[in-house]
Nanobody, 124 residues
């Protein structure tokens, strides 16, 4: 049974940083593409970033490019999202999601496995 545990959210002032973590268990992590999405109440999921199984493909949403960095540690079955220079508009619940096999995708529907979400709040 595949399970994702995302963590690392919290409150931070504008300009601050947070690092989100996603631990993947129950599957072959080396075959996993992992993405981060975010969602605000009443809105659809928004793609943030993803990292391919080989770590060589890392697309970002335009809104976070240059401020967020996604990485993976296969030895720890984990993916990280380093978020710097945070803005109030980054406030959301952040979810990691995983898929095994197939082509990389930024589409929410392409990911069958999801974490429980971690709240990120950016305000002064």
């Amino acid at each position: 049974q595949v399970r994702l545990e995302d963590s690392g959210g919290g409150w931070v002032q504008p300009g601050g940083s947070l690092r989100l973590s996603c631990l993947v268990s129950g599957g072959d992590f080396s075959d996993a593409d992992v993405a981060w999405f975010r969602q605000n109440p009443g809105k659809e999921y928004e793609f943030v970033a993803m990292i391919s199984r080989f770590g060589d493909y890392t697309p970002y949403a335009p809104a976070v490019m240059g401020r967020f960095t996604i990485s993976r540690d296969n030895a720890k079955n984990s993916v990280y999202l380093q978020m710097d220079n945070l803005r109030p508009s980054d406030t959301a619940v952040y979810y990691c999601a995983a898929k095994f096999g197939g082509l990389p995708t930024m589409a929410q529907k392409g990911y069958p496995y999801w974490g429980q979400g971690t709240q990120v709040t950016v305000s002064s």
